[in-house]
């Protein structure tokens, strides 16, 4: 539409990552067209997702959202003492959506028992954590 008032016709962009609206100016006063390709969303935030399905048997999916670069990413099964199952994921990852598979094993390639499990990542020092459910 006409934004400005000045009879031509003007784009207007909101953008809700970055918080801002964009208007463009148009210098004539023929329609415009344009067709938008959305590029690939970038996380706002990091976020540790929920584990799908849950619960599960055999394998279990994890998500994870990087809002930047991480040099330092730990992704680790614990059992419900506090103990460790199975590192899933240590080393650096770039920004964006990530999908790691845990196939419901210990580090020694055993399945583990039925039960239910706690998944923490650990990105730059930042800890979170989640449960999931291995069904027998």
Same mark, same amino acid.
């Given at each position: 539409?006409?934004?400005?008032?000045?009879?031509?016709?003007?784009?207007? $962009?909101?953008?809700?990552?970055? &918080?801002?609206?964009? $208007?463009?100016?148009?210098?004539?006063?023929?329609?415009?067209?344009?067709?938008?390709?959305? !590029?690939? !969303?970038? =996380? *706002?935030?990091?976020?540790?997702?929920?584990?799908?399905?849950?619960?599960?048997?055999?394998? $279990? +999916?994890? =998500?994870?959202?990087?809002?930047?670069?991480?040099?330092? +990413?730990?992704?680790? +099964?614990?059992?419900?003492? &506090?103990?460790?199952?199975?590192? +899933?994921?240590?080393?650096?990852?770039?920004?964006?959506?990530?999908?790691?598979?845990?196939?419901?094993?210990?580090?020694?390639?055993?399945?583990?028992? !039925? &039960? $239910?499990?706690?998944?923490?990542?650990?990105?730059? &020092?930042? *800890?979170?954590?989640?449960?999931?459910?291995?069904?027998?």
């Amino acid at each position: 539409g006409d934004v400005d008032g000045d009879g031509d016709l003007d784009l207007v $962009v909101l953008d809700r990552a970055l &918080g801002g609206v964009h $208007v463009f100016k148009s210098s004539v006063s023929e329609q415009m067209t344009a067709v938008l390709t959305p !590029a690939a !969303a970038q =996380p *706002v935030q990091h976020r540790l997702g929920d584990s799908y399905p849950n619960p599960f048997n055999p394998a $279990v +999916v994890i =998500p994870l959202d990087l809002a930047t670069d991480a040099a330092r +990413v730990s992704l680790t +099964v614990y059992d419900v003492l &506090g103990r460790r199952v199975r590192q +899933v994921w240590q080393g650096p990852l770039q920004a964006g959506s990530h999908r790691f598979t845990w196939d419901g094993r210990d580090e020694q390639g055993k399945e583990v028992a !039925a &039960g $239910v499990y706690v998944y923490q990542v650990e990105i730059d &020092g930042q *800890v979170e954590a989640k449960k999931t459910t291995k069904l027998p």
